[in-house]
């Protein structure tokens, strides 16, 4: 099972946790710097699933960080891409059907039906992502493949597997999420520090689950890195 505390605390560890926390956080300050700490998250997952000792990299190897964190944030994009999609055609539909009735009739029950069926298939899509996407960013993460992250039937295969696993990730983000969140109402300017800190908690869990879902999977790690 997922060690949650252990995604908690681990970060604390490193003698130098503070000064790579500090520079983490300026990095999400900046909004674009979102895309080089994604990349170290993932190299913190990356080190989870070798069972290295020390998961808090050095700010290094900027180019890597840069690129990874980049086609990490693709990797979401593209899975989500599907509700994007039919959500965007749906309205397209809906917001001339809501300018041409100004009366509460057919039309307008019609444009509130959509408005429920779209609410509920992006909450249903929102739920099965939250279960996919960190196996399939983990896969690309061990292979350093793109087109890993998107072999349907292995990832959902993974998943399905260790279906308790990925519903433990998935309690790790949504924790993960609720104390970046709260960083803000606590510390102000501090919501740096905890949204940087719950990126890293969250890919600490990628990192276990895909572990222990693949069992070793040392041998399809490339360091081509």
């Not at 252990?6 to 130098?16: A, L």
């Not at 086609?71 to 989500?80: E, K, N, V």
């Not at 779209?118 to 896969?139: C, D, K, W």
């Amino acid at each position: 099972m997922v060690d949650i505390g252990r995604c908690f605390t681990y970060v604390f560890e490193d003698r130098d946790w503070l000064k790579k926390v500090l520079i983490g956080a300026v990095l999400m300050l900046t909004g674009i710097g979102m895309i080089p700490v994604i990349g170290y998250g993932i190299e913190v997952a990356r080190r989870v699933v070798k069972g290295n000792p020390q998961l808090l990299p050095e700010w290094d190897e900027w180019g890597t960080r840069i690129v990874e964190g980049f086609l990490t944030m693709a990797i979401g994009f593209i899975w989500a891409l599907p509700l994007i999609l039919v959500s965007s055609c749906i309205w397209i539909i809906l917001v001339p059907v809501a300018g041409v009735d100004e009366s509460g009739t057919a039309l307008g029950w019609v444009g509130i039906i959509a408005s429920v069926c779209v609410g509920l298939v992006s909450l249903i899509y929102g739920l099965l992502l939250f279960l996919v996407l960190p196996a399939a960013i983990m896969r690309y993460a061990t292979t350093g493949q793109f087109s890993a992250a998107f072999r349907i039937g292995e990832v959902i295969g993974l998943v399905r597997s260790n279906l308790s696993l990925y519903l433990m990730v998935m309690v790790v983000s949504i924790l993960a999420n609720i104390v970046g969140s709260l960083g803000g109402v606590v510390v102000g300017c501090g919501a740096y520090f905890t949204l940087f800190y719950a990126v890293l908690i969250t890919y600490h869990a990628y990192g276990q689950a895909h572990r222990l879902a693949a069992g070793n999977v040392e041998n399809e790690v490339q360091l081509s890195y």
